[in-house]
């Protein structure tokens, strides 16, 4: 009789557990309806019953701190009606909407440099990165505003509120969802691609595709205006060839770390084997992130910390000189990525860029 009561206890602990979780999911949905977040709370009901939407409702339901970034009802005009009915889709938006912990607003750092706070997202058709990282998202202010970073359209924070164990932020867009790699670099609908026509025209196809599927990489990208100044000054000409092109470029990428602006100065080793420094300190504005090469500031992030489904992308004003190639080091380097990851399936191409621009005017607080 022993197993049938341990089963019983089981079961009933099982039962209790859901009947929590529901109640909570139930008062959550009555409390954002008081917020006038319904189109929101359509979007919980809808991914309730999957597994993906039982995930992130099970972590909300244990009583540890999240926060949940909450669209107003305004933004979800600007998705386009096809993706209102994906519940795949919607699961992975509902994941990247939530943050372990209560977000520290007052300390966000001030533009141009973000504030990085993880996810629950861990979906592997949108997340390739290290020892089972989440992906992440950035926050920073400008203006006195505060801003989710990257965004196709002005993301800004409205208001905040509480429900229990859960700090509500309400927003003025839904969150896009990282990109791959290769598709910032060179899908029209990303503007930072239009800075970056230049680095595509010379980028091997291979290696477009070795960017978007290398784990936790980031990929300091010159600008178009770096290679006119890099061929005035003689260092690429029409002469140079694709293997030292490649050769470059291998420079320009760092395996297997998510290297952020505004950190502290700390050396690296590139794709190519060679020792890269990046942080802050120099810069236009004597207070940037540069990037040096033995001990030399070469290059400016001019716009950093780009969130991809595998890294961060950071676009510079210089082609970093240094073509020299170490494969002993750069496979010393990237063997930390090798052995603490596996093969990513096909990853989903995000609709992000399908969004419209929402009503620019915020309800009243």
């Known amino acids: ?11 009933a ?12 999911v139930s008062g959550l949905t009555n409390y954002l309806n008081s917020l006038n977040l319904t189109s929101f709370t359509a979007v919980i009901d809808k991914v309730n019953g999957t597994a993906a939407g039982q995930n992130v409702f099970t972590r909300l339901a244990s009583g540890k701190p999240y926060t949940l970034l909450a669209p107003f009802n305004p933004a979800w005009s600007g998705v386009n009606p096809f993706f209102g009915d994906d519940i795949t889709w919607l699961g992975q938006t509902l994941a990247y909407h939530v943050i372990p912990g209560t977000l520290d607003i007052p300390a966000i750092r001030t533009s141009p440099n973000h504030t990085v706070a993880y996810t629950l997202l861990t979906d592997p058709s949108l997340v390739h990165l290290l020892a089972g990282q989440s992906q992440y998202i950035q926050f920073t202010k400008i203006g006195g505003a505060t801003h989710i970073s990257n965004q196709n359209y002005p993301s800004v ?12 932020v309400i927003i003025s867009t839904v969150v896009d969802l ?12 990303y503007p930072q691609s239009q800075e970056l026509t230049t680095l595509v025209s010379l980028l091997p196809p291979s290696f477009l595709s070795t960017l978007s599927e290398s784990p936790s990489i980031t990929f300091f990208a010159p600008i178009n205006q770096a290679f006119i100044d890099a061929r005035a000054a003689g ?3 029409p002469s140079t060839s694709p293997s030292t092109y490649l050769s470059l470029f291998e420079n320009h990428i760092i395996n ?9 100065q700390k050396n690296y080793t590139s794709a190519g084997g ?15 992130s540069v990037v040096y090469y033995r001990g030399e500031q070469v290059a400016n992030i001019v716009y950093g910390d780009i969130t991809t489904q ?7 004003d210089v082609v970093l000189p240094n073509p020299a190639s170490n494969p002993a080091a750069a496979a010393s380097a990237y063997s930390v990525a090798v052995a603490t990851t596996t093969p990513s399936p096909l990853r989903r191409r995000t609709p992000s860029r399908l969004f419209k621009p929402p009503p620019v005017k915020a309800p009243p607080s």
């Open 1 to 11: 009789m022993r197993p049938f009561v341990l089963l019983t206890a089981a079961a």
């Open 13 to 24: 602990l099982c039962s209790s557990s859901a009947l929590a979780q529901s109640t909570y």
């Open 157 to 168: 924070i409205i208001s905040t509120s509480t429900y229990q164990n859960l700090q509500v």
């Open 178 to 189: 990282p990109p791959a790699t290769s598709d910032l670099l060179t899908l029209a609908s």
């Open 235 to 237: 260092r690429i000409d």
């Open 256 to 264: 297997g770390t998510l290297v952020y602006s505004g950190s502290p």
């Open 274 to 288: 060679q020792e890269v420094t990046v942080g802050t300190g120099g810069g236009k504005d004597g207070g940037g």
């Open 310 to 316: 595998n890294g961060v992308v950071h676009l510079i």
